[in-house]
T-cell receptor, first 113, second 115 residues
Framework: DQQVKQNSPSLSVQEGRISILNCDYTNSMFDYFLWYKKYPAEGPTFLIS?????DKNEDGRFTVFLNKSAKHLSLHIVPSQPGDSAVYFCAAGDGSGTYKYIFGTGTRLKVLA | DTGVSQNPRHKITKRGQNVTFRCDPISEHNRLYWYRQTLGQGPEFLTYFQNEAQLEKSRLLSDRFSAERPKGSFSTLEIQRTEQGDSAMYLC?????????????FGPGTRLTVL
């Protein structure tokens, strides 16, 4: 049972344009959400997070939007750069005391120069 | 380098053999997590330590798997009698303790191939 879903396995965007990566979740107990970026042969690297009490969080070129009623979040990258090409994982904190994450299956972003 | 380190980076073994992986977290981090990632999937939670105490184990962690963090610093993950289905990337992550969510810092992973 996939509680965090990233329905687009891949996305290609032109350099300078906006990249929008989407994520849906099913468990209303999730109270914290994160995006991680992963390059080949490396572990995931934290990108940006958002608490369930907010609907938007920005950090430079990266913005995460949360729609709790729709159980949906998205990551916007503006402007996209070739170095952003990587696999992006959406993750949710499960609301338990361990603060562990439940990850989606990832979206491979390719930014074309 | 003060990041999370994992050894070995790659391990090839024959079915039925035992393997052990090591994770060295960031020194001041109390929390340590093990995840497993298979092809086309995101990381899946295996187990969690708060200092030396193992506080949660996933149903994915069969009896053949055991993890330790003897002095609250480095951790080991052992798989006994490996099976082909154990082939995966094993990721370790660590974070600070503050009663809330904190960024988990991941190591580069150990890629296990069971022949």
């Amino acid at each position: 049972d996939q509680q965090v879903k990233q329905n687009s396995p891949s996305l290609s965007v032109q350099e300078g344009r906006i990249s929008i990566l989407n994520c849906d979740y099913t468990n209303s107990m999730f109270d914290y959400f994160l995006w991680y970026k992963k390059y080949p042969a490396e572990g995931p690297t934290f990108l940006i997070s958002i608490s369930s009490i907010k609907d938007k969080n920005e950090d430079g070129r990266f913005t995460v939007f949360l729609n709790k009623s729709a159980k949906h979040l998205s990551l916007h990258i503006v402007p996209s750069q070739p170095g952003d090409s990587a696999v992006y994982f959406c993750a949710a904190g499960d609301g338990s005391g361990t603060y562990k994450y439940i990850f989606g299956t990832g979206t491979r972003l390719k930014v074309l120069a | 380098d003060t990041g999370v380190s994992q050894n070995p980076r790659h391990k090839i073994t024959k079915r039925g053999q035992n393997v052990t992986f090591r994770c060295d977290p960031i020194s001041e981090h109390n929390r340590l997590y093990w995840y497993r990632q298979t092809l086309g999937q995101g990381p899946e939670f295996l187990t969690y330590f708060q200092n030396e105490a193992q506080l949660e184990k996933s149903r994915l962690l069969s009896d053949r798997f055991s993890a330790e963090r003897p002095k609250g610093s480095f951790s080991t993950l052992e798989i006994q009698r490996t099976e082909q289905g154990d082939s995966a990337m094993y990721l370790c992550a660590s974070s600070l303790t503050s009663g809330s969510y904190n960024e988990q810092f991941f190591g580069p992973g150990t890629r296990l191939t069971v022949l």
